[in-house]
């Protein structure tokens, strides 16, 4: 990879730098945008680099302004973004961005081939080569090989996605599962929905199980009990776990995923596993395995025996939709390969 290459503003970098094997890949959530170069379909991705969103008016820029840090002009791209990608225009959910399309980047960054997919979408790819190192264990459960896998994410949004076996391949399927309701079972757990009801217009899961949703539940929590409010970030809350608010919202949260989870294997028959990303769960990976998550995956009557084979991991691979992202291309251009 050729780092030192002559840096300047892209659009204009010498023809010479061109590099036909190497691909440009990113997973660009709502607060960072993380760009990476790979070689090819089993290239391991380089010049890992993460640009805040808002330092950048839109996914075109940051592209740009990346490709600019690492002086090289890719062959081909894949972009995963957290938000849907449908009919020809993509929507960063929770960025400031505005509506975009996969052509106006491609025609921006000069590129012959480039892809815009679902960030969700490129997780679930990366998952049949997540190896053991990259996987901590949720509680127990064995892998149906060749059945279908799901994947949970709560992060900056709330993302889910599934990937189906076919005879030529794995197929994902990406959506906007973080947007169903919020899996309440506890009369504490249906207090907090009914508060951001009222708050929000809908109890939606994302608005609870995501990084500003850890910090909503702690709130709601407070108010429950009359205590006094604090204005407290999610960092905050799961570093700071003697208080016990901030730690039954961690646990409340962590619950209230696993019934999500559950609820996705069952949607899919996700009989190979659940895997949960995003990157608020690596920080609390003890609380997670003590908490009532794995209870509320398999407490699904009268399936109880069919949730309690399933697995449920966590990632903490520290690029897993970079891979993805690779993996698409080279499902999309089998024909390149590296120089």
């Known amino acids: 990879m050729t780092s030192g290459a002559k840096r300047g503003v892209w659009g204009v970098v010498p023809p010479q730098e061109t590099q036909p094997g190497v691909w440009l890949v990113a997973d660009v959530g709502g ?4 760009f990476a170069l790979v070689d090819g379909p089993d290239g391991v991705p380089s010049e890992v680099r993460s640009l805040p969103t808002r330092d950048h008016p839109g996914l075109a820029e940051a592209a740009a302004a990346y490709l600019d840090m690492v002086g090289v002009r890719p062959a081909a791209a894949c972009l995963a973004v957290a938000g849907p990608v449908t009919n020809g225009t993509f929507h960063l959910t929770n960025a400031g961005w505005p509506k975009g399309s996969p052509e106006a980047v491609r025609a921006h960054l000069g590129m012959a081939h480039l892809e815009v997919i679902n960030d969700f979408e490129a997780l679930a790819l990366a998952l049949p080569r997540l190896g053991e190192d990259d996987l901590v264990p949720v509680g127990a459960g064995t892998a149906d090989t060749g059945a279908p896998l799901a994947v949970v994410g709560p992060g900056t949004g709330l993302g889910v996605a599934g ?20 899996p309440a079972a506890t009369d504490r757990e249906t207090a907090a929905a009914r508060l951001l009801r009222a708050e929000k217009g809908s109890a939606t899961a994302e608005f609870l199980l995501s990084g500003a949703g850890l910090a909503r539940l702690r709130r709601y929590l ?40 559950g609820n996705v294997a069952l949607t899919l028959g996700a009989r190979g596993g659940v895997f949960l990303g995003g990157g608020i769960l690596p920080r609390i990976v003890d609380v997670l395995q003590g908490s009532a998550f794995r209870a509320r995956f398999e407490g699904k009557p009268p399936v109880e025996d069919y949730m309690r084979a399933i697995p449920t991991s966590l990632i903490v691979h520290p690029g897993p939709a970079l891979v993805g992202a690779a993996v698409r291309l080279a499902q999309s251009l089998p024909h390149l390969e590296p120089a």
């Open 163 to 182: 990937l189906v076996p076919t005879p030529s391949g794995w197929v994902p399927l990406p959506g906007e599962g973080g947007q169903v309701d919020v």
């Open 222 to 261: 407070a108010a429950i009990d009359g205590a006094p409010a604090r204005d407290l970030t999610p960092r905050q809350i799961s570093e700071d776990l003697d208080d016990p608010l901030n730690r039954e919202a961690v646990e409340m949260f962590c619950a209230l995923l696993g019934s999500l989870a």
């Open 31 to 34: 607060t960072n945008a993380r």
